[in-house]
């Protein structure tokens, strides 16, 4: 039997303590893209932003360069452990933050926001290599959606800290206010989070291991279909955060009322993973899933109808939004551990190599949808539909990969075991 992970802090920690400190980890992303919508007018205005659209690079080059940032933390964290590879993000992490809020020009902004991006990169990537670590199955899955919930909190509630630090002050303490985060959920890793990595599971950093590790997670049919299904569905979720400041704040004439929906759609996921939680070892993480994105598909096309009636009204595009938002809450982290769930061994390249895909392809498609966006609900809606349609398609070719691994199974090697619980 593999000898348990290395301790490195200073007591083993609890699971729920476990949870919210992961979920804590992987909000910081997320605060730094939804903390910013609400300001992205003012930073236009103060640094003399002529485009309307072009103020979408705040948040769409964060997204771009988060996906290329993933690259880098898995194989290392392979290599040297998670512990060193998170401490480092986290350093970078806050003094980026302050060096976005100090910048005059949008140029500057763009650099220095990409920069933050890959900095954030490890943060949102090795919890889902810490999680494999210690869990397998639909148990992870469970796991993947508890920690969900807690997450989603931070995007609930991150437009409206934006909104009110814009009441009190300029937006340069929204970068602050992430630096202060960034602080204290580094310091709360540092003092509880051990090491999680198996002495035997290390890996060398070498190009040909590196390689190797990466393509073997980039050629496995049983878990492409899965991430690039759900590379596409957080494609259309970017294309509305990037435009929805614009649809729903100044198209829809929501204004200051935003922040409040924009929570309000995010709690409705926040509840599916929860419910998700419930529900994924009793009925399995494939059927929970591929059951959502029928419904997620057939919610996509009546936006599509709707989009394309005349005179279509914030009430009526809120429900069906806000629905399609909640059932990502059922496919997100199901798609995510049925993709790792190959991985034992490189976790962490495989980790970083999927969510480098999810967020380099998501990212770039939901850039192109936010910058088609025409003053209408028209072009989100189709992306909804066609992203949909196409993760299908995907989830059927990785399910017959699946099969034919069921029945020519390799002889000569035999299965790992499964990492303890903690």
């Known amino acids: 039997m593999p000898s348990a992970p290395e301790q490195t802090a200073p007591t083993r920690i609890g699971e729920r303590e476990f949870i919210a400190l992961m979920a804590m980890m992987m909000a910081l992303q997320a605060l730094c893209i939804d903390a910013m919508l609400p300001a992205l007018g ?47 993000c986290f350093a970078a992490f806050v003094v980026l933050a302050l060096a976005c809020a100090m910048v005059t020009d949008f ?55 934006g909104q009110a630090v814009l009441l009190v002050a300029g937006w340069r303490w929204i ?31 070498a190009a040909r291991t590196i390689a190797a590790n990466m393509a073997e997670a980039a050629t496995d ?35 200051q009322r935003f922040p409040l929906l924009f929570a309000l759609m995010a709690g409705g996921m926040a509840f599916a993973n929860f419910f998700n939680s419930r529900i994924v070892e009793r009925f399995g993480a494939r059927r929970v899933s591929h059951a959502a994105l029928l419904a997620y598909i057939a919610m996509a096309t009546l936006q599509v109808i709707q989009a394309h009636s005349p005179h279509e009204t914030l009430w009526q595009f809120i429900p ?51 910058q088609a966006y025409d003053g209408s609900a028209r072009p989100l809606a189709m992306a909804l539909l066609l992203c ?27 299965p790992l075991p499964e990492p303890d619980a903690i």
Request: one cysteine or more; glycine letters at 14%; proline letters at 4%.
């Open 42 to 88: 003012a930073i236009a205005q103060d640094l003399r932003v002529a485009d309307p659209n072009s103020r979408q690079l705040v948040v769409g080059v964060f997204l771009f360069a988060a996906g290329f940032g993933a690259l880098v933390p898995g194989a290392l964290a392979d290599r040297y452990g998670r512990r060193p590879v998170l401490m480092t």
């Open 107 to 161: 140029t500057t902004l763009l650099v220095l926001r990409a920069l933050h991006a890959i900095s954030s990169a490890g943060l949102a990537v090795l919890p889902g290599a810490i999680i494999r670590d210690r869990f397998g199955g639909d148990r992870m899955a469970r796991m993947m959606s508890v920690i969900t919930v807690v997450f989603m909190v931070v995007p609930m509630i991150a437009p409206s800290f």
């Open 175 to 205: 970068f602050g206010g992430m630096a202060v985060m960034g602080l204290m959920v580094g310091l709360w890793a540092f003092l509880r989070l051990p090491e999680t990595l198996r002495n035997e599971y290390r890996q060398p950093i």
């Open 221 to 255: 049919r049983a878990a492409m279909g899965y991430v690039v299904g759900g590379a596409l569905l957080s494609g259309a979720l970017f294309g509305y955060i990037n435009s929805s400041q614009q649809l729903i704040g100044e198209h829809f004439g929501a204004g």
């Open 320 to 370: 069906l939004m806000g629905l399609n938002i909640c059932l990502m809450g059922f496919i997100g982290a199901n798609f995510g551990s049925i993709a790792l769930q190959p991985f034992a061994r490189i976790a962490g390249a495989a980790s970083s190599f999927q969510a480098f895909l999810r967020m380099a392809v998501g990212s770039l498609l939901g850039g192109l949808i936010g």
């Open 388 to 414: 949909g349609v196409t993760a299908l398609a995907l989830v059927l070719f990785s399910e017959k990969g699946v099969l034919f691994r069921r029945l020519n199974p390799p002889g000569a090697q035999r």
